[in-house]
T-cell receptor, first 116, second 112 residues
Framework: DQQVKQNSPSLSVQEGRISILNCDYT??????FLWYKKYPAEGPTFLIS?????DKNEDGRFTVFLNKSAKHLSLHIVPSQPGDSAVYFC???????????????FGSGTQLTVLP | EAGVVQSPRYKIIEKKQPVAFWCNPISGHNTLYWYLQNLGQGPELLIR????????DSQLPKDRFSAERLKGVDSTLKIQPAELGDSAVYLCASSLSTDTQYFGPGTRLTVL
């Protein structure tokens, strides 16, 4: 079963507009969430994270929102730039300090294309 | 600071042949991960090392896959024999304990 779901495989946005990427999760033990960005032929690169004790975390043009009751998080990119075109992965980690709790569970990714 | 290094970047082999991937983590990172990424999917953990100890290998197909991390630094992942379904990207990542994981560029394996 997919514990982390990214239901939109692709998203196209005009340069300068807002990009909103969505992610849903099912495991209530997840308490830490991350977004990774991946360019072709490269490994995923950490972008931004959020702990379950917060509902928002901002870093420059990137903001992640967490709605624990809905088990939903989203990544907002404002303004979107052509260089943001990449695959974005949502990932989650369960609370705990050992064993599989440290394991990241990834979604299947969303291909963002920012049109100039 | 150098990132996670992986080699080779690409590998094409025939089925039933053995193959090995190598990973050099970021200096000082005690935790190392091997992930499998199929086309259109997110990375899936195969094995996690803390120093030289494999602490989570529950998703490693042990009949054909093996891994080692000698001296708690570099690591190798081996498949013997390879099957057609093993074609994928194999990613290595490292972190300092539970901190953010940093990924290497991956090895794209094609099994013919």
């Amino acid at each position: 079963d997919q514990q982390v779901k990214q239901n939109s495989p692709s998203l196209s946005v005009q340069e300068g507009r807002i990009s909103i990427l969505n992610c849903d999760y099912t495991n209530s033990m997840f308490d830490y969430f991350l977004w990774y960005k991946k360019y072709p032929a490269e490994g995923p690169t950490f972008l931004i994270s959020i702990s379950s004790i917060k509902d928002k975390n901002e870093d420059g043009r990137f903001t992640v929102f967490l709605n624990k009751s809905a088990k939903h998080l989203s990544l907002h990119i404002v303004p979107s730039q052509p260089g943001d075109s990449a695959v974005y992965f949502c990932a989650a980690r369960a609370r705990g300090y050992s064993g599989s709790a440290r394991q990241l569970t990834f979604g299947s990714g969303t291909q963002l294309t920012v049109l100039p | 600071e150098a990132g996670v290094v992986q080699s080779p970047r690409y590998k094409i082999i025939e089925k039933k042949q053995p193959v090995a991937f190598w990973c050099n983590p970021i200096s000082g990172h005690n935790t190392l991960y091997w992930y499998l990424q199929n086309l259109g999917q997110g990375p899936e953990l195969l094995i996690r090392y803390e120093n030289e100890e494999a602490v989570d290998d529950s998703q490693l197909p042990k009949d054909r896959f093996s891994a080692e991390r000698l001296k708690g630094v570099d690591s190798t992942l081996k498949i013997q024999p390879a099957e057609l379904g093993d074609s994928a990207v194999y990613l290595c990542a490292s972190s300092l304990s539970t901190d953010t994981q940093y990924f290497g560029p991956g090895t794209r394996l094609t099994v013919l």
